[in-house]
């Protein structure tokens, strides 16, 4: 990224393997961690967090809404975090999301025979990945689906990394609209995840309904972009191997570690320079050491889970899509206390879809193999602009 440069001293990076110092964006200097270990140590460790000894002063990123500054504070967020974790854990357990495949797959056949009818070549993100991650948080959450094309557009507003004004006003207006929603199922609450959580507000005092309001806009935002990427990454690396492809398509039972190894390896999309070295946002609470770099209390630490599945010391051969890899032990969920908690949900989705699609369009291809789709520019999320598909 522009204005983002190693910190070199005698010709080489200032750091340790795996760790080093940069400068933002913004100016501000940075710990850079690429390596599996180093990456996985600081994912899991509680002396670091969203959060800043002294905010005020705090080391930049950049301007952006979501990774800008820190949230919180030093003597709160630990118990926090552990809170809301406990609330959202209602909503995303592995066992409500298994509960949901039906409806998940129901949603699936549904997108699918839309995408059967579509003249050829047909955009398979905009007949697919876009509406399933959509329908199905909306499902749980208990959002209209005719109001799916709205939050739709406010959430990709909010993703946008250069129009940090554009980026405010969609997390403003996706907020505005959940609080009517809240409010609205306060009167006429249903079987979903808001109301049960205003349950919780109403019975125990646990949670305010401004908490429900932030907790339901961040899961409508965060269980819809990322697996719309998902879905458009995994059949983007699918269509281009052949090997990969004839295995999956001549075995179902491989379905779960092809939907891993989807979300293990890069996005083969061009890389946008407005993103290329954003990471997991973390401030030092206290001085650590990791991977033998001192880092120090207030140091800001971006973490590249995404360069961290690369390492070959965990991954032979990492930049191989090899649907049949195991174990794959990668980070993209996060690790430790942070774990997403819609891992579970994300997984059945894009589980229920490569098991579908083998079976619904086997001759499924890229109607233009040799060109590879324009990516978005100036989002956090990697989103084709279209994916020209045949069949």
Partial sequence: MEGMQDSVQDGKPEGCPGIRRITTPAGDPAWLVTGYDAARALLADNRVGRSHPDPANAPRFSESTLF???WGTVETERAEHARMRRLMARAFSSGQSEALRPQIRELTERLL??????????????????????????????????????????????????????????????????????RHKRDKPGDDAISDLLGVA??????????????????????????????????????????????????????????????????PLPKD??????????????????????????????????????????????TRFDVTRHPNPHLTFGFG?????????????LQVLFAALPRRFPRLRLAFPDDMPRRRPGRLTPHPVDLLVTW
Wanted: net charge negative; charged share 25%; proline share 7%.
């Fill in 337 to 349: 206390s942070r774990y997403c908690p819609g891992a579970p949900l994300a997984r059945a989705e």
């Fill in 273 to 318: 320079p407005a993103t290329e070295q954003l990471g997991i946002v973390r401030y030092a609470h206290h001085d650590i050491e990791a991977a033998g770099a001192a880092i120090r209390t207030g140091d800001l630490i971006l973490v590249r889970k995404l360069d961290a599945n690369q390492d070959s010391r965990v991954f032979p051969d990492p």
């Fill in 68 to 70: 800008g500054r820190p």
């Fill in 113 to 182: 025979d839309d995408l059967a009818a579509l003249p050829r070549p047909a955009d398979f993100h905009q007949a697919v990945s876009q509406p399933l991650p959509a329908l199905v948080v909306a499902m749980l959450l208990g959002v209209p689906v005719e109001d799916r094309d709205r939050f739709h557009r406010w959430s990709d507003d909010w993703t946008h990394a250069d129009d940090h004004q554009r980026a405010r006003s969609g997390m403003e207006n996706l907020r505005a609209y959940m609080t009517e929603l809240v």
């Fill in 202 to 267: 109403d019975g125990s005092g646990e949670l305010t309904e401004t908490e429900v309001v932030a907790l339901a806009t961040t899961l409508l935002f965060a269980g819809n972009e990322t697996t719309v990427a998902a879905i458009s990454k995994g059949v983007l690396l699918l269509l281009g191997d052949e090997e990969a492809r004839v295995a999956l398509w001549r075995n179902p039972d491989l379905v779960p570690g092809a939907v891993e190894e989807i979300l293990r390896v890069r996005n």
